[in-house]
């Protein structure tokens, strides 16, 4: 190969690199272009139809969170009534059985003496008394008189109690057939309650019928005061031992009465 | 629970069925009645195997502390739950119910969801 045609070659070869480099420089200079671009892109956070969509994305996020807040506030309210009708429910049901084994015990037996005994049980366990006394009207003489009692060492003389129909607040709950409740915070502290003035005075009822009363003096140590349902319960109660003394009263006078005639028949069939 | 055996000791037949009504309330329970604690003892040594008892404290014959001591004394029976129900309310009866070995104490009036509530508990460890 001449000198020449040496040198042609290496001009041809030296315009091929400069091409490639001046591609190169051109490649380099679009890349930068695109980096740059990209770079401004990223921090004005992409394109504004992209941003936009990401904004509408984000309103339905919100909104829907808002309504599921909503829905769980809702929701958090109605566990909330279940929650306190369960507890109500709980606490009738606890109450028609108290009421229903005290009537089913009170009208079990027809002894006098036994129905008084569950009459006296009945107070202590379902009522919460310490000390209490039932009083029976004596119709002839129109007194009220302590027949059973509890609580002697609280209240002196409970079991000795004799008071006029109409006198006092019991004289006057066994006449006009109302309940009387004293408010237990405010009077028991200042020795308000005495043996005249109970805690609580509930009549024992037939109808309109006033046969005696029950008497609290005080509660368990335990319980605070008479709550709203204890009222109700109280008088049902009282209405349900009034009919069981009753009952066993005037049974124990047919049985009285009925011995002494058959003893009066017996009499006659052996001097006969 | 299911089939648990109950003994209720109580002298008061009004207590002895107001409790029995509240267990009721778990399936086929049997409950067993006990006058005092002496009754109570014979009926520990029945052919029933008692799951729980619940004792009144004043009784005659044998009060409940008396009760709960024996049993807690007794290799056989010193496992059985037993609940206290009492009108004794004074922090310092309540003591010393749990420390002769009572696992709860309930005053009286009870609330028989809390009565349920405190046997689910200890039938359940």
Redesign the interface.
Known sequence: MSEESKAEKFLELFNKGKEFTEELLRENQRLRYRLASAETEQKSGGSSEEVQKLRDQIAHLTEENKRIHERFSAIEEENKDFANRYIEI??Q??NL??L???S??LHSTLDFREVIQ?VQ??V?????A?AFAILLLDEKTNELKTIASEGDDVMPNIDQISIRLGDGVMGQVAKTGESYYINQDIDADSGAITIDKPLAAVPLKIKEHVIGLIAIYKL????DSFSAVDYELFSLLAAHAATAIFSSKLYSQSERKLNTIQSFLDLLTTTS | MENANFLVVED????R??IS??LKRFKNAKIIEAVDGVDALKKLSGPDKIDLILTDINMPVMDGLKLVSLVRQNAQLKNIPIIIIT?E??EEDRERGLALGANAYI???I???HLIKTISELLAV
């Open positions: 709980e606490e049901n606890n059985a108290n229903y084994v005290a089913y015990q569950i049980e009945i202590i366990n379902l009522i919460g310490e368990l140590q335990q319980k | 008061s037949p009004t207590m069925q107001l009504f509240s009108t309310g004074a005053s009286k009036p609330q028989s969801s």
